[in-house]
Nanobody, 123 residues
Framework: QLQLVQSGGGLVQPGGSLRLSCAASGFSLAAYAVGWFRQAPGKEREVSSCISTSGDFKKYEDSVKGRFTISRDNAKNTVSLQMNSLKPEDTAVYYC????????????????WGQGTQVTVSS
């Protein structure tokens, strides 16, 4: 089956770090840009970060800029999100998803989704 499989997530204290991974199964992730979406309780889904097909372009939402780093290893068919200096407001379910590009238009037309993983930042 064509799918994205996520790993990582969990509970951390404010200021802590987590690393999320997204692995493609049944297709080449290199053909797609990949975004990390998140949805917190009572809030709309947002794109926290996105990486282009080659990895040469990366985009971050302002609130995570300087704290999150998105990367990819096309040889391993994976995309990762390193989250440092985590804040309680980062608490959300995080999803990776494959798109044609990191444009706003492409971020609304997604081909494959990961199953989601909970990230909770709390003291």
């Amino acid at each position: 089956q064509l799918q994205l499989v996520q790993s990582g997530g969990g509970l951390v204290q404010p200021g802590g770090s987590l690393r999320l991974s997204c692995a493609a199964s049944g297709f080449s992730l290199a053909a797609y840009a990949v975004g990390w979406f998140r949805q917190a309780p009572g809030k709309e889904r947002e794109v926290s970060s996105c990486i282009s097909t080659s990895g040469d372009f990366k985009k971050y939402e302002d609130s995570v800029k300087g704290r999150f780093t998105i990367s990819r290893d096309n040889a391993k068919n994976t995309v990762s999100l390193q989250m440092n200096s985590l804040k309680p407001e980062d608490t959300a379910v995080y999803y990776c998803a494959a798109a044609l590009s990191c444009t706003s238009y492409s971020m609304r037309s997604l081909y494959y989704w990961g199953q989601g993983t909970q990230v909770t930042v709390s003291s």
